[in-house]
């Protein structure tokens, strides 16, 4: 495997069910990111991982939980979603460097997720 | 807060023509950077080109260049010699720090379509 993948490709769940996703970056890089991308909206940040510490966006719900076990895995855990989070997920990961500035940001292929 | 603003919610443009799509952006930031990403209908986000904001030269990666015009705060992609498979959609992003970690804010994107 090379650069960033995401599993699953696709998911549908129920609004009571308990899902995650997982990330994974084949890259060596020290960061990464989950966005969401709804239909005619931009990409929005919900998560950060830099440097082994997690950075918080305060408008996302507590039902979206994310889990970065080490620098190359990023999961996102979702309970008791509600329709309007059907989006496309997408994780990114980058390089942070000594200076605290990063790289560029390559992303994975993304999950479609469609909550009913 | 910066802001990216995409104004071209479409482009069609005939095989082989060169194609500009506009981007202007806001920041109060003396040190940014600027960053054009393809988005085909697979989902992935594929990394096209970069401008900091401190470059002499413009930027230029194959058939992509970016016209990078500081006094008017505009970063146009300018693909050359389109071809069928360039037909995705197209975002500019700026990098922003955001508490101490670094995220992208998104424009709204341009649907580029290359007619044979």
């Known amino acids: 495997e090379t650069g960033v993948t995401q599993t699953p490709r696709h998911l549908v769940m129920g609004m009571t069910n308990k899902k995650s996703l997982k990330c994974e970056q084949h890259?060596?890089?020290?960061?990464m990111y989950w966005y969401k991308q709804s239909a005619k909206k931009p990409l929005e940040l919900m998560f950060v991982y830099s440097l082994e510490e997690r950075v918080e966006n305060n408008s996302v719900p507590s039902r979206f939980s994310p889990e970065c076990p080490n620098s190359s895995h990023l999961f996102l855990h979702l309970h008791t979603l509600q329709p309007e989070d059907s989006a496309l997920y997408l994780c990114?990961?980058?390089?942070?460097?000594?200076?605290?500035?990063?790289?560029?940001?390559?992303f994975g292929p993304g999950t479609r997720l469609t909550v009913l | 807060a910066q802001k990216i603003t995409q104004t071209q919610p479409g482009m069609f443009v005939q095989e082989k023509e060169a194609v500009t799509l506009d981007c202007t952006y806001d920041t109060s930031d003396p040190s940014y950077g600027l960053f054009w990403y393809k988005q085909p209908s697979s989902g992935e986000m594929i990394f096209l080109i970069y401008?900091?904001?401190?470059?002499?030269q413009n930027a230029t990666e194959g058939r992509y260049s970016l016209n990078f015009q500081k006094a008017r705060k505009s970063a146009n992609l300018v693909i050359s010699a389109s071809q069928l498979g360039d037909s995705a959609m197209y975002f500019c992003a700026m990098r922003e720090v955001f508490q101490g970690a670094q995220k992208l804010v998104f424009g709204q994107g341009t649907r580029l379509t290359i007619n044979p």
């Open positions: 890259l060596g890089h020290n960061a």
């Open positions: 401008q900091g904001s401190y470059d002499q």
């Open positions: 990114a990961s980058s390089q942070v460097r000594d200076n605290g500035g990063t790289d560029t940001q390559y």
